[in-house]
Protein backbone atom coordinates (compact mmCIF):
# COMPACT_ATOMS: atom_id res chain seq x y z
CA UNK A 1 0.00 0.00 0.00
CA UNK A 2 3.02 2.18 0.16
CA UNK A 3 2.26 2.96 -4.08
CA UNK A 4 -1.07 4.83 -2.67
CA UNK A 5 0.56 6.67 -0.39
CA UNK A 6 2.87 8.98 -2.94
CA UNK A 7 0.98 11.65 -4.89
CA UNK A 8 1.81 10.63 -8.50
CA UNK A 9 -0.50 7.79 -8.77
CA UNK A 10 -3.41 9.85 -6.47
CA UNK A 11 -3.05 12.90 -9.19
CA UNK A 12 -3.20 10.83 -12.39
CA UNK A 13 -6.19 9.01 -10.48
CA UNK A 14 -7.58 11.93 -10.11
CA UNK A 15 -7.31 13.59 -13.73
CA UNK A 16 -8.55 10.07 -15.25
CA UNK A 17 -11.57 10.52 -12.75
CA UNK A 18 -12.30 14.39 -13.89
CA UNK A 19 -11.76 13.31 -17.51
CA UNK A 20 -14.22 10.73 -17.12
CA UNK A 21 -16.84 12.80 -16.34
CA UNK A 22 -16.13 15.35 -18.57
CA UNK A 23 -16.61 12.56 -20.79
CA UNK A 24 -19.85 11.03 -19.89
CA UNK A 25 -21.52 14.10 -18.06
CA UNK A 26 -22.58 15.49 -21.52
CA UNK A 27 -24.29 12.41 -22.31
CA UNK A 28 -25.78 12.06 -19.44
CA UNK A 29 -26.96 15.51 -19.34
CA UNK A 30 -28.47 15.44 -22.96
CA UNK A 31 -30.19 12.31 -21.69
CA UNK A 32 -31.74 14.01 -18.43
CA UNK A 33 -32.98 17.05 -20.35
CA UNK A 34 -34.57 15.63 -22.97
CA UNK A 35 -36.98 12.32 -23.06
CA UNK A 36 -35.95 11.17 -26.26
CA UNK A 37 -35.60 7.95 -27.86
CA UNK A 38 -32.05 7.69 -28.70
CA UNK A 39 -30.28 4.82 -31.20
CA UNK A 40 -28.63 1.83 -29.28
CA UNK A 41 -24.98 2.69 -28.05
CA UNK A 42 -22.82 0.06 -30.12
CA UNK A 43 -19.32 1.14 -28.62
CA UNK A 44 -17.33 4.67 -28.52
CA UNK A 45 -14.01 5.36 -30.51
CA UNK A 46 -11.79 4.02 -27.88
CA UNK A 47 -13.67 0.91 -29.71
CA UNK A 48 -12.59 1.83 -33.00
CA UNK A 49 -9.26 2.34 -32.10
CA UNK A 50 -8.97 -1.18 -30.52
CA UNK A 51 -10.01 -2.88 -33.86
CA UNK A 52 -8.15 -0.54 -36.21
CA UNK A 53 -6.42 -3.70 -37.76
CA UNK A 54 -10.56 -4.53 -38.76
CA UNK A 55 -11.88 -1.11 -38.43
CA UNK A 56 -13.76 -2.65 -42.05
CA UNK A 57 -15.37 -5.78 -40.75
CA UNK A 58 -15.69 -4.36 -36.89
CA UNK A 59 -18.07 -1.60 -38.92
CA UNK A 60 -19.56 -4.59 -41.08
CA UNK A 61 -19.99 -6.40 -37.84
CA UNK A 62 -21.79 -3.62 -36.30
CA UNK A 63 -23.80 -2.87 -39.07
CA UNK A 64 -25.48 -6.51 -39.14
CA UNK A 65 -25.96 -6.63 -35.66
CA UNK A 66 -27.60 -3.21 -35.60
CA UNK A 67 -29.69 -1.81 -38.51
CA UNK A 68 -29.11 1.87 -36.67
CA UNK A 69 -26.77 2.79 -34.38
CA UNK A 70 -24.57 5.03 -32.39
CA UNK A 71 -20.71 5.97 -31.44
CA UNK A 72 -19.85 7.82 -28.74
CA UNK A 73 -17.41 10.03 -29.37
CA UNK A 74 -15.88 12.94 -26.88
CA UNK A 75 -18.34 15.50 -26.65
CA UNK A 76 -20.68 14.20 -29.18
CA UNK A 77 -22.21 10.84 -30.66
CA UNK A 78 -22.21 10.01 -34.20
CA UNK A 79 -25.27 8.02 -35.61
CA UNK A 80 -24.69 4.94 -38.46
CA UNK A 81 -27.71 3.94 -40.28
CA UNK A 82 -27.36 0.94 -42.44
CA UNK A 83 -28.13 -1.96 -44.79
CA UNK A 84 -27.43 -5.10 -44.95
CA UNK A 85 -24.77 -6.19 -47.32
CA UNK A 86 -22.48 -9.22 -48.04
CA UNK A 87 -19.51 -9.70 -51.02
CA UNK A 88 -22.24 -11.17 -53.24
CA UNK A 89 -23.76 -7.73 -53.35
CA UNK A 90 -20.89 -6.31 -53.13
CA UNK A 91 -19.36 -8.08 -56.46
CA UNK A 92 -22.32 -8.08 -58.41
CA UNK A 93 -22.69 -4.43 -57.80
CA UNK A 94 -18.84 -3.89 -58.87
CA UNK A 95 -19.73 -6.05 -62.12
CA UNK A 96 -22.69 -4.04 -63.19
CA UNK A 97 -21.12 -0.73 -62.67
CA UNK A 98 -18.44 -1.88 -64.51
CA UNK A 99 -20.21 -3.06 -67.73
CA UNK A 100 -22.07 0.09 -67.58
CA UNK A 101 -18.71 2.65 -67.19
CA UNK A 102 -16.29 0.88 -69.11
CA UNK A 103 -18.27 -1.88 -71.34
CA UNK A 104 -15.55 -4.55 -69.08
CA UNK A 105 -16.59 -7.45 -68.36
CA UNK A 106 -15.12 -8.77 -64.80
CA UNK A 107 -16.97 -11.51 -64.32
CA UNK A 108 -16.01 -11.99 -60.69
CA UNK A 109 -19.39 -13.55 -59.78
CA UNK A 110 -18.68 -16.90 -61.58
CA UNK A 111 -14.96 -16.50 -61.18
CA UNK A 112 -14.00 -17.85 -64.76
CA UNK A 113 -12.37 -14.21 -65.17
CA UNK A 114 -8.44 -14.14 -63.54
CA UNK A 115 -7.93 -10.79 -64.65
CA UNK A 116 -11.51 -9.90 -63.59
CA UNK A 117 -11.00 -11.31 -60.37
CA UNK A 118 -7.27 -9.85 -59.80
CA UNK A 119 -9.17 -6.17 -60.39
CA UNK A 120 -11.78 -6.83 -58.20
CA UNK A 121 -9.31 -7.90 -55.28
CA UNK A 122 -6.80 -4.79 -55.89
CA UNK A 123 -9.67 -2.92 -55.80
CA UNK A 124 -11.42 -4.13 -52.67
CA UNK A 125 -8.20 -3.85 -51.18
CA UNK A 126 -7.39 -0.42 -51.92
CA UNK A 127 -10.87 0.99 -50.61
CA UNK A 128 -9.90 -0.88 -47.76
CA UNK A 129 -6.88 0.79 -47.54
CA UNK A 130 -8.02 4.57 -47.64
CA UNK A 131 -10.52 3.94 -45.60
CA UNK A 132 -7.55 2.77 -43.18
CA UNK A 133 -6.01 6.35 -43.74
CA UNK A 134 -9.26 7.77 -41.81
CA UNK A 135 -7.82 6.43 -38.10
CA UNK A 136 -3.64 6.34 -39.46
CA UNK A 137 -2.45 9.72 -38.68
CA UNK A 138 0.91 9.09 -40.32
CA UNK A 139 -0.26 7.75 -44.01
CA UNK A 140 1.18 10.93 -45.77
CA UNK A 141 4.43 9.71 -44.00
CA UNK A 142 4.06 5.98 -45.01
CA UNK A 143 3.01 7.34 -48.82
CA UNK A 144 5.85 9.42 -49.16
CA UNK A 145 8.67 6.62 -47.86
CA UNK A 146 6.67 4.36 -49.48
CA UNK A 147 6.31 1.60 -46.59
CA UNK A 148 3.47 -0.80 -45.07
CA UNK A 149 0.05 -0.14 -45.97
CA UNK A 150 0.74 2.36 -48.78
CA UNK A 151 3.21 0.38 -50.41
CA UNK A 152 0.44 -1.98 -51.14
CA UNK A 153 -2.15 0.48 -51.98
CA UNK A 154 0.20 2.02 -54.92
CA UNK A 155 0.60 -1.88 -56.51
CA UNK A 156 -2.95 -2.21 -56.27
CA UNK A 157 -3.25 0.96 -57.74
CA UNK A 158 -1.29 0.20 -60.70
CA UNK A 159 -3.25 -3.52 -60.64
CA UNK A 160 -6.57 -1.79 -61.75
CA UNK A 161 -4.92 0.92 -63.78
CA UNK A 162 -2.91 -1.67 -65.95
CA UNK A 163 -6.32 -3.64 -65.80
CA UNK A 164 -8.19 -0.86 -67.58
CA UNK A 165 -5.51 -0.03 -69.68
CA UNK A 166 -5.40 -3.27 -71.43
CA UNK A 167 -9.24 -3.88 -71.25
CA UNK A 168 -9.59 -0.24 -72.71
CA UNK A 169 -6.90 -1.03 -75.48
CA UNK A 170 -8.55 -4.30 -76.58
CA UNK A 171 -11.83 -2.56 -76.83
CA UNK A 172 -10.39 0.28 -78.90
CA UNK A 173 -8.66 -2.69 -81.31
CA UNK A 174 -11.80 -4.51 -81.31
CA UNK A 175 -13.83 -1.24 -82.37
CA UNK A 176 -11.30 -0.63 -85.17
CA UNK A 177 -11.82 -4.10 -86.77
CA UNK A 178 -15.61 -4.02 -86.59
CA UNK A 179 -14.59 -0.53 -88.40
CA UNK A 180 -12.39 -1.96 -90.88
CA UNK A 181 -15.00 -4.96 -91.59
CA UNK A 182 -17.93 -2.64 -92.07
CA UNK A 183 -16.21 -0.88 -94.95
CA UNK A 184 -15.35 -3.69 -96.66
Excluded at 36 to 61: C, D, F, S, W
Amino acid sequence: MDFLSTPLPLNALSLAFVLAIFMIRPHAIRLNEKKKRYHLVAGTILNQLINVPRLHHYMTELACKYRTYRLLVFFRSEVYTSHPANDLFMRSSLDSIIKILLDIELDTMCGTNEEGIRFSNAFDEANEITLYRYVDSFWKVKRFLNIRSEAVLRNNIKVVEINLCINRSTRSLKQSIVQKMSQL
